[in-house]
């Protein structure tokens, strides 16, 4: 890895672990991170490629809060709880195509009377399928020096506390439900880890920058855009295209910003870079954006960070 942790834990909006770029011991050479970057702008282009409609709608809002929550619970790191998130996400998303295609094709009479019975077993089942996803994630990033893995017994006993009593087997059963769903797919990046990643170059580039704190302010912002994706990204269209509204066509081809992880990524950077130092978001964001993580003009770009901006002040002023 790039960057080195400390254990550690906070709220949603809490200090996050201790995180040491440039390490002496464990970071790598800036060759190797900028063909780490491509690697990761690779796999994002390509799921900008096959977005859908329905991408991303089990990844924001009370969905995200909840993963954000239980992952706190369990004192797991920020990279666990966005990896969790995008496991939940791509998880509910084929899990339900694949029962409705059942439905559509096994049912012969009253398929909208099983559908909806269908739909209101998935809803029972959402707390446990968030827990299992937070697992998964926590054993995908867990190594020697850190192993807070969550262990079935421990999601038993958070699930009781919701009244909801499920064996250990049937936890195991729906952490194998989710793994053979995603096809054993899950070793997938998560915005922390390209935000990571960038910063960690920006430092070879710019050794006096604090990318410590930029990281911490950077990861709060993220917080805030999944927490309030709906108002941030509405927000977003209407200030780049001067709409007030927009059709479903709009919308649909508005997927490739709501899903591009790089955008974000690196507008979360030049964000960070202005709450902390007006003075040096020129030559910061400048820089981060030339990695061709986004295709955008200058004037998009700052309507971007006055977005994410305002979200912050709207949440620090409320």
Same mark, same amino acid.
């Given at each position: 890895?790039?960057?080195?942790?400390?254990?550690?834990?906070?709220?949603?909006?809490?200090?996050?672990?201790?995180?040491?770029?440039?390490?002496?011991?464990?970071?790598?050479?800036?060759?190797?991170?900028?063909?780490?970057?491509?690697?990761?702008?690779?796999?994002?282009?390509?799921?900008?490629?096959?977005?859908?409609?329905?991408?991303?709608?089990?990844?924001?809002?009370?969905?995200?809060?909840?993963?954000?929550?239980?992952?706190?619970?369990?004192?797991?790191?920020?990279?666990?709880?966005?990896?969790?998130?995008?496991?939940?996400?791509?998880?509910?998303?084929?899990?339900?195509?694949?029962?409705?295609?059942?439905?559509?094709?096994?049912?012969?009479?009253?398929?909208?009377?099983?559908?909806?019975?269908?739909?209101?077993?998935?809803?029972?089942?959402?707390?446990?399928?968030?827990?299992?996803?937070?697992?998964?994630?926590?054993?995908?990033?867990?190594?020697?020096?850190?192993?807070?893995?969550?262990?079935?017994?421990?999601?038993?006993?958070?699930?009781?506390?919701?009244?909801?009593?499920?064996?250990?087997?049937?936890?195991?059963?729906?952490?194998?439900?989710? #793994?053979? &769903?995603?096809? $054993? @797919?899950?070793?997938?990046?998560?915005?922390? +880890?390209?935000?990571? =990643?960038?910063?960690?170059?920006?430092?070879?580039?710019?050794?006096?920058?604090?990318?410590?704190?930029?990281?911490?302010?950077?990861?709060?912002?993220?917080?805030?855009?999944?927490?309030?994706?709906?108002?941030?990204?509405?927000?977003?269209?209407?200030?780049?295209?001067?709409?007030?509204?927009?059709?479903?066509?709009?919308?649909?081809?508005?997927?490739?910003?709501?899903?591009?992880?790089?955008?974000?990524?690196?507008?979360?950077?030049?964000?960070?870079?202005?709450?902390?130092?007006?003075?040096?978001?020129?030559?910061?964001? #400048?820089? &981060?954006?030339? $990695? @061709?993580?986004?295709?955008?003009?200058?004037? +998009?770009?700052?309507? =971007?960070?006055?977005?994410?901006?305002?979200?912050?002040?709207?949440?620090?002023?409320?």
């Amino acid at each position: 890895m790039s960057v080195s942790r400390r254990n550690g834990s906070g709220s949603i909006f809490g200090s996050p672990p201790d995180i040491y770029f440039q390490h002496k011991i464990t970071g790598v050479t800036k060759e190797i991170l900028l063909e780490w970057l491509s690697s990761l702008n690779d796999e994002n282009e390509k799921n900008i490629s096959d977005c859908y409609p329905s991408m991303g709608i089990f990844k924001y809002g009370e969905f995200a809060e909840f993963i954000f929550l239980t992952c706190e619970k369990f004192k797991l790191s920020d990279e666990v709880r966005y990896l969790a998130v995008e496991l939940f996400d791509r998880f509910m998303n084929k899990h339900t195509e694949e029962l409705y295609q059942h439905i559509l094709t096994s049912v012969k009479n009253k398929k909208k009377k099983y559908w909806h019975i269908v739909q209101e077993r998935m809803q029972k089942q959402i707390l446990l399928r968030i827990s299992s996803c937070c697992q998964i994630a926590s054993k995908l990033t867990s190594h020697y020096k850190v192993r807070l893995v969550i262990i079935n017994s421990q999601i038993k006993n958070f699930l009781s506390e919701f009244d909801l009593n499920y064996s250990t087997e049937s936890i195991l059963q729906s952490e194998i439900r989710v #793994l053979k &769903t995603l096809n $054993y @797919e899950v070793s997938t990046a998560s915005p922390v +880890t390209s935000l990571e =990643i960038i910063l960690e170059i920006l430092g070879f580039e710019f050794p006096d920058l604090d990318t410590k704190i930029l990281h911490m302010i950077s990861v709060k912002i993220m917080d805030l855009v999944y927490l309030e994706h709906k108002t941030a990204y509405n927000q977003l269209f209407k200030r780049v295209t001067g709409q007030q509204q927009f059709t479903e066509s709009e919308r649909e081809k508005f997927l490739s910003v709501t899903n591009n992880k790089m955008f974000l990524v690196v507008s979360l950077i030049a964000a960070a870079t202005y709450i902390i130092d007006k003075t040096s978001t020129d030559k910061v964001s #400048l820089n &981060t954006f030339i $990695y @061709e993580c986004i295709h955008h003009t200058d004037k +998009t770009a700052y309507l =971007i960070l006055d977005v994410w901006c305002n979200l912050c002040v709207q949440y620090y002023d409320g």
